[in-house]
């Protein structure tokens, strides 16, 4: 993701009113952050030669945690959609055994688009897959789900509620998850969209000051980090990381976790939409 800082610079100012200086400061230090950033997920930690690819598959750690990952990495949201289990199963064990991909990313919702019917079938079929697998040779990723009024089908202690990411529905999730995909352990939990209104996501209009008055009371940064700290603490999660999330979001969530290491956890990945037709919130 390429940031402006000049125009980045502007935008904290004009938001915050903060001295020139202090604006100056800061955007050098988000600059030289990211330069760090991007120059580790650069460089490769291994290359290991696989039957389908000329040049091997490149492995990369995973922004600063301990996770060493392939380039690419598997989706599975048509699993038991647009494809049927076995088939979704297949293409999991070409990807590791002709491409030397070690990496996949599921959610509790899939498949999509998401219904009561299909729910948690994805995970049905990553499930048989890790059978076919020692654990530590898949770095599994699933996501739970933000806020939004019309899912009332996820399992969650309380029946039909809507999912937000409040505590008890995290705990939910991540029990409900280990128990679909048949594992103790998930490598990477990510939030996958936030709780709070946000604007523009999924096709929906761009933010609107008057929608974000309309919109219900999200639940606190504060609440949702000390859920995923506590699901890291009982072993069942080794990392965490955002989906659909915004500038703000994760530097609130960055901030957090610095300054109070032993309550939050540090994110450690982002998963946003980027593609031809999805560039202006990266570019403009």
């Known amino acids: 993701m390429k940031v402006h800082m000049n125009s980045f610079a502007a ?3 004009s938001v915050t009113l903060l001295n020139p200086r202090t604006v100056q400061a800061f955007s050098a230090t988000v600059q030289q952050t990211r330069g760090k950033a991007d120059a580790a997920m650069r460089a490769p930690v291994k290359n290991i030669a696989v039957p389908g690819l000329e040049n091997g598959m490149d492995y990369v750690k995973l922004g600063d945690s301990d996770l060493v990952v392939s380039k690419v990495c598997m989706g599975t949201m048509t699993f038991g959609e647009q ?3 076995a088939e979704g199963v297949e ?3 070409k990807a590791w055994d002709s491409y030397g991909i070690n990496f996949l990313d599921t959610a509790e919702m899939y498949p999509v688009p ?3 019917a299909t729910q948690g079938q994805t995970d049905k079929a990553v499930a048989n897959f890790l ?3 020692k654990r530590d040779e898949v770095v599994l990723a699933t996501k739970v789900c933000g806020r939004a009024k019309h899912i009332t089908w996820l399992p969650r202690s309380q029946a039909d509620a809507t999912p937000d990411l409040s505590r008890q529905q995290i705990l939910d999730s991540v029990d409900a998850s280990l128990e679909r995909l048949e594992t103790d352990y998930i490598d990477l ?5 936030p709780d709070r209104y946000i604007g523009g996501f999924f096709g929906a209009p761009d933010f609107s000051p008057a929608s974000y008055e309309q919109a219900p009371t999200p639940v606190e940064f504060e609440e949702t980090l000390a859920a995923l700290q506590e699901v890291i603490k009982a072993g069942k999660v080794r990392y965490v990381g955002v989906s659909n999330e915004t500038p703000y979001g994760v530097c609130t ?3 957090l976790a610095k300054q109070y290491p032993d309550l939050y956890p540090k994110i450690v990945s982002i998963q946003n939409s980027y593609s031809l037709v999805m560039r202006k919130d990266f570019e403009a």
């Open 11 to 13: 935008w904290v100012a």
């Open 83 to 85: 494809n049927t289990l």
């Open 91 to 93: 293409q999991l064990q």
């Open 114 to 116: 998401t219904k009561a």
């Open 131 to 133: 059978k076919t697998k």
């Open 189 to 193: 939990l990510q939030l996958h969209w």
């Open 253 to 255: 969530m960055a901030q």
